[in-house]
């Protein structure tokens, strides 16, 4: 394959851009425009929230906080009193700049009771002290009215929301008559005057209350992604018992969302998660070797599923996995000189292919057979005079199959021994949780 096109082929597929489409599915699934996404935006919370907030993730609890399904926000919370959700982040600019945005957002009454909680208990902490909460985040009066929007007078000052939002405004209140500053003394008088028309039966909130304000973020969307794909790289490794049910979960959303030519390569990524519980998902009822089939072979395809057989053992990879990088190859080298200009494989390829041939089961065994044919294809190559590498590929994959069905051979003559050794110390596969259906649980 000529060098330059082979480069324009990888650097489509770059490790930012395959960020960019993970990222993508996230936000997708955080939308909640679907059961599996729900499901899958549920299971992503509760990693979240196992996984423990720090000044590192918090951003990503936030952007939780925007999803319109309290299920997710449920699940995000866990046991934990609302108002100290985030209590253990230390208030900045970012924190109640984003709050007061959610603030924004929301319609009065439409906000969940208890995200509204989580973000109160923000701003309650920021304000503790007025002037250094006002010193972190210059408060507007269009912030004080978005907090504001959100008191219900009919349920009265004790609802706990209620009784939290008026401690607030009387604490920015308490900064009218301290200062100089025209801005400071407009927005306490504004924050006093909508505590008034509260309390007065005679008033209501529209004749202190203009229209909603818009703020802006100023954490960047880079940060906010950059964050989000490293959590999601953690899950993947399947290492906890609740890593394992998100990544079943997020395999699950896949599946429903279905491979495309502009997602495939995080179909990809999950083929080598070891865990076969996550590849299950993945593939729900779809044949592994056809599991792939909708998509055109390319190079980064092809290249990715040899990577794939290097790195794992003999009888170490799942056979469902196996299935469906063979089943790539397969149509790949279906025209052996066709697939060879998509991918030139090297004999280290070839080697990391027949080391996962079982000489105990024979040419019987699915996967062998496949093997043994795609082997076959790579042998037709011998003679076609292209270049002396295709020429010893050819050579080496025939005598692969030979020593595979000689019966006084044995495939460590021809592979290096190396490559043929099976590792016994590996950690073992963790499993989900035992589900069980609602009347065995009650």
Same mark, same amino acid.
């Given at each position: 394959m000529d060098k330059q096109k082979e480069v324009a082929i990888e650097d489509a597929w770059s490790k930012e851009s395959i960020m960019d489409v993970e990222i993508n599915i996230i936000e997708r699934m955080i939308g909640c425009r679907t059961v599996e996404g729900v499901e899958?935006?549920?299971?992503?919370?509760?990693?979240?929230?196992?996984?423990?907030?720090?000044?590192?993730?918090?951003?990503?609890?936030?952007?939780?906080?925007?999803?319109?399904?309290?299920?997710?926000?449920?699940?995000?919370i866990g046991n934990k009193d609302p108002f100290l959700l985030l209590s253990s982040v230390h208030p900045n600019n970012y924190l109640i700049l984003q709050s007061f945005k959610l603030l924004t957002a929301w319609h009065p009454g439409g906000i969940y009771p208890k995200t509204l909680a989580i973000i109160l208990g923000v701003l309650q902490a920021a304000y503790s002290s007025p002037k250094d909460g006002y010193r972190i985040y210059t408060t507007s009066i269009g912030d004080v009215n978005n907090l504001g929007k959100h008191l219900n007078k009919e349920l009265g000052q004790d609802d706990p929301n209620n009784r939290c939002m008026l401690d607030i405004l009387d604490r920015i209140g308490s900064l009218a008559g301290t200062t100089k500053d025209e801005n400071i003394e407009q927005t306490a008088r504004q924050a006093n005057s909508i505590r008034t028309f509260f309390f007065d039966k005679r008033k209501k909130m529209e004749d202190i209350?203009?229209?909603?304000?818009?703020?802006?973020?100023?954490?960047?969307?880079?940060?906010?992604?950059?964050?989000?794909?490293?959590?999601?790289?953690?899950?993947?490794?399947?290492?906890?018992?609740?890593?394992?049910?998100?990544?079943?979960?997020?395999?699950?959303?896949?599946?429903?969302?279905?491979?495309?030519?502009?997602n495939y390569p995080i179909f990809l990524k999950v083929l080598g998660v070891r865990n076969h519980h996550v590849i299950d998902a993945l593939l729900?009822?779809?044949? $592994?070797?056809?599991?792939?089939?909708?998509?055109? $072979?390319n190079y980064f395809i092809v290249a990715t599923c040899f990577s794939f057989l290097a790195k794992y053992h003999p009888a170490e990879i799942y056979s469902k996995t196996l299935g469906i990088i063979l089943g790539v190859f397969q149509a790949t080298y279906a025209n052996p000189l066709d697939g060879y200009k998509i991918y030139a494989p090297t004999i280290s390829d070839i080697n990391s292919l027949g080391k996962h041939l079982i000489e105990e089961k024979g040419q019987d065994d699915l996967l062998n057979r496949s093997i043994l044919d795609i082997l076959d294809k790579f042998s037709a190559l011998e003679g076609q005079h292209v270049d002396e590498e295709m020429e010893d590929l050819a050579i080496h994959a025939h005598n692969i199959r030979n020593n595979f069905f000689d019966s006084t051979k044995r495939l460590v003559n021809v592979i290096p021994n190396v490559l043929l050794r099976t590792e016994e110390n590996l950690d073992p596969?963790?499993?989900?949780?035992?589900?069980?259906?609602?009347?065995?649980a009650e």
């Open positions: 899958s935006a549920i299971s992503y919370a509760r990693f979240l929230r196992l996984s423990g907030l720090t000044n590192d993730n918090y951003p990503l609890f936030i952007r939780l906080l925007e999803v319109e399904n309290h299920w997710v926000i449920d699940s995000l209350i203009p229209q909603v304000l818009l703020v802006k973020s100023d954490y960047t969307q880079q940060e906010i992604a950059a964050i989000e794909y490293n959590l999601l790289k953690g899950f993947m490794g399947c290492r906890t018992m609740e890593a394992v049910e998100a990544s079943m979960t997020y395999s699950n959303y896949l599946n429903s969302i279905g491979i495309t030519s502009s729900g009822t779809r044949d $592994p070797f056809l599991f792939m089939s909708s998509i055109q $072979p596969e963790l499993n989900p949780r035992e589900r069980k259906t609602l009347e065995a």
